[in-house]
């Protein structure tokens, strides 16, 4: 009995053979699949990498998991900075600064890339219509577009992340004065050409209010 198992030759060849074609076709079969399954996993991934990149998100999204940060920038003239264009508002000032008091700056391409976030990028405003969530200062005016950070480096289930890595995704962080002085510099109707923006001074005098973060995250 075990001689006849050991001697392939005679009984199994011809089984063998038999079965050559069938593996083959497995192998086949195990090979298009990887290939379409990779092929899949590639698109379905690089396809949510171009539309989450550099893509705003609004401060709704940020607020899932910074309520605190949320609520106290909420408070700031930053958050309502959209409000100061509609006629009527900041009449005095306007008048000042040479504007009409009456009229309405909120379609105004010469006000709005400083009222709003994101103006002219993807996911950011378009109108007050279109994109009410990305009127004002939001929180990606100063630590930039969500989507390159939030959900990928930026997540809950990796809390502990490192800030260079994050900002090598696209987090600004810490934001430096460069990053205000897009917005706060003379080109501001309101301000003169002398205008001296003190970085330290406005931080302090408040963005929002600053939370111990459990993880450090180094710099
Ligand atoms: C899914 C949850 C989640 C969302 C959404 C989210 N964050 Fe975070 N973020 C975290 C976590 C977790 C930390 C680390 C918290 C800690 O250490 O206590 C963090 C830390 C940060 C930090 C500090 C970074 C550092 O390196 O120390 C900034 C700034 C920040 N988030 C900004 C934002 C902004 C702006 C948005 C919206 C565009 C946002 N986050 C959306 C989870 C999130
Ligand atoms: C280059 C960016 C920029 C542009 C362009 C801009 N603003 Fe502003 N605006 C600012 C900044 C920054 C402030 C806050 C100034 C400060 O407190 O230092 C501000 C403040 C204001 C204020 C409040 C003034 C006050 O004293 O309370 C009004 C109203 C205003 N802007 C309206 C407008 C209108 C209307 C336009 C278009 C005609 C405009 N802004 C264009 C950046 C800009
Ligand atoms: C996208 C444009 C934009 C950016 C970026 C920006 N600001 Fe502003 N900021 C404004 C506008 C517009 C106002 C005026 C809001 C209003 O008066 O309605 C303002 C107002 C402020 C105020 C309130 C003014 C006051 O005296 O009470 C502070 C403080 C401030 N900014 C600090 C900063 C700092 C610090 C940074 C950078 C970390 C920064 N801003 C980045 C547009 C911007
Ligand atoms: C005008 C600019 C500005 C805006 C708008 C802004 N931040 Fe910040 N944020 C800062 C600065 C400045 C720091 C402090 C960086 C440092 O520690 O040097 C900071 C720090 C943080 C931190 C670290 C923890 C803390 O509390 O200091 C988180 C988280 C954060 N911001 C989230 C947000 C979220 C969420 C929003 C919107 C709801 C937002 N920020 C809007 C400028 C801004």
Known sequence: MPTERIQPGKDLEPGLHEQIPHFGWMVFGFIALVIAGLTF??????????????????????????????????KTRMASSFG??????????????????????THDTACIPCHTTGYGLVGGF???????????????????????????????????????????????YPPTEAVCRVCHNSRSPFVGADYKFDFAERVRLGTHEHFKLKYEHGR
């Open 84 to 105: 100061v264009l509609r006629p009527g508002e900041k009449a005095q000032e306007k008048q000042l600064a040479g504007l009409d008091p009456a009229a309405d700056y």
């Open 126 to 172: 378009v109108s007050i219509e279109q994109t009410p969530d990305m009127a004002g200062v939001t929180c990606e005016s100063c630590h930039g577009p969500g989507g390159s950070y939030v959900g990928t480096v930026m997540a809950l289930d990796k809390p502990e992340f490192q800030t260079v890595e994050a900002r090598k995704s696209g987090l600004v």
């Open 41 to 74: 996993y590639l698109t379905r991934h690089s396809y949510e990498h171009v539309a989450a990149h550099d893509g705003y998100l609004g401060p709704g999204k940020c607020k899932e998991c910074h309520p605190k940060q949320h609520e106290s920038w909420a």
